[in-house]
């Protein structure tokens, strides 16, 4: 059984940081690129970081040069290390794993919420 289990959220102060963790059991690690998604009340789901097998990592521009996404292939966890935080920033931070043989996110983990706010 494949679970992906996000820890580390929690409330902070605009311009702190926080570090998310996403245990993975039950897969393949080499097989997945993993990746952190977030969404707000009432917004969709929004890509956040991936990153492959190899090390490659892409963001989008909302949250490059603030947020650092890596992983520990040994542990099969992923981190999400948010610095200057922002309230726009406050979501529930789902991590998924991209099943490379499918071409889709195929697990889901059932979130941590991060809030931001002074």
């Known amino acids: 059984q494949v679970q992906l289990v996000e820890s580390g959220g929690g409330w902070v102060q605009p311009g702190g940081s926080l570090r998310l963790s996403c245990a993975a059991s039950?897969?393949?690690?080499?097989?997945?690129?993993m990746a952190w998604f977030r969404q707000a009340p009432g917004k969709q789901r929004e890509f956040v970081a991936r990153?492959?097998?190899?090390?490659?990592?892409n963001y989008p521009d909302s949250v490059k040069g603030r947020f650092t996404i890596s992983s520990d292939n040994a542990k099969n966890t992923v981190y999400l290390q948010m610095m200057n935080l922002k309230p726009e920033d406050s979501a529930v931070y789902c991590c998924a794993a991209y099943e490379r043989i499918t071409g889709r996110y195929r697990y889901w983990g059932q979130g941590t919420q991060v809030t931001v706010s002074s």
């Open positions: 039950g897969l393949t690690f080499s097989s997945y690129a």
């Open positions: 990153i492959t097998w190899g090390g490659t990592t």
